[in-house]
């Protein structure tokens, strides 16, 4: 039982980490002042969405699965408490969550339907885009930076519970 409870702590703290790096990579400010992601709560979100699906394409092929649910649990406890800090009460979170949990798993399954770099341009310039405010480079930029972390995630050691994308984008590869 006792190695059960520190296998499960052990997950948790792993995906805790993992979901630092994935944030701080989110967050980072290229995203906004380069390739025109709204600096705003959707276009944070979106940006939460994409980096999500690239580290659960890399923990995919991880033999410990609960690590891949333990980040999920931590991104959302991440989206509750962004909610909270937004005055949204009690009574609305669940409605809030519910929709955010649609919109992030809807975001995963076009990303993960997206086999080359023309259909993952469309499903980033669809979602983090919004069809709006960039255009096409923009969203293809997007899409080769997130081919290359893809790569550059395969070869990443989760044990210790820490990713890295590798080199942000760069405007100018087209």
């Given at each position: 039982m006792l190695k059960f409870?520190?296998?499960?702590?052990?997950?948790r703290s792993q995906a805790r980490h993992i979901c630092t790096d994935l944030m701080a990579r989110a967050?980072?400010?290229?995203?906004?002042?380069?390739?025109?992601?709204?600096?705003?709560?959707?276009?944070?979100?979106?940006?939460?969405?994409?980096?999500?699906?690239?580290?659960?394409?890399?923990?995919?092929?991880?033999?410990?699965?609960?690590?891949?649910?333990a980040l999920i649990d931590e991104i959302f406890v991440g989206f509750d408490e962004a909610l909270r800090q937004l005055g949204t009460g009690d009574i609305g979170m669940?409605?809030?969550?519910?929709?955010?949990?649609?919109?992030f798993y809807g975001r995963l399954q076009a990303y993960r339907?997206?086999?080359d770099l023309?259909?993952?341009?469309?499903?980033?310039?669809?979602?983090?885009?919004?069809?709006?405010?960039?255009?096409?480079?923009?969203a293809l930029v997007?899409?080769?930076?997130?081919?290359?972390a893809r790569s550059h995630l395969a070869k990443?050691?989760?044990?210790?519970?820490?990713?890295?994308?590798g080199p942000l984008p760069d405007r100018r590869v087209r």
């Open positions: 409870l520190r296998r499960a702590a052990e997950t967050r980072a400010p290229v995203f906004f002042t380069e390739l025109c992601v709204p600096d705003t709560m959707d276009g944070r979100f979106d940006l939460v969405a994409l980096h999500a699906w690239l580290a659960l394409d890399r923990l995919a092929s991880e033999p410990e699965p609960a690590l891949s649910q669940n409605r809030r969550l519910k929709t955010m949990a649609e919109a339907a997206a086999t023309e259909e993952l341009a469309t499903a980033i310039g669809r979602n983090l885009y919004r069809g709006i405010g960039a255009d096409r480079a923009e997007m899409a080769t930076y997130a081919f290359a990443a050691n989760v044990a210790e519970g820490r990713l890295d994308f």
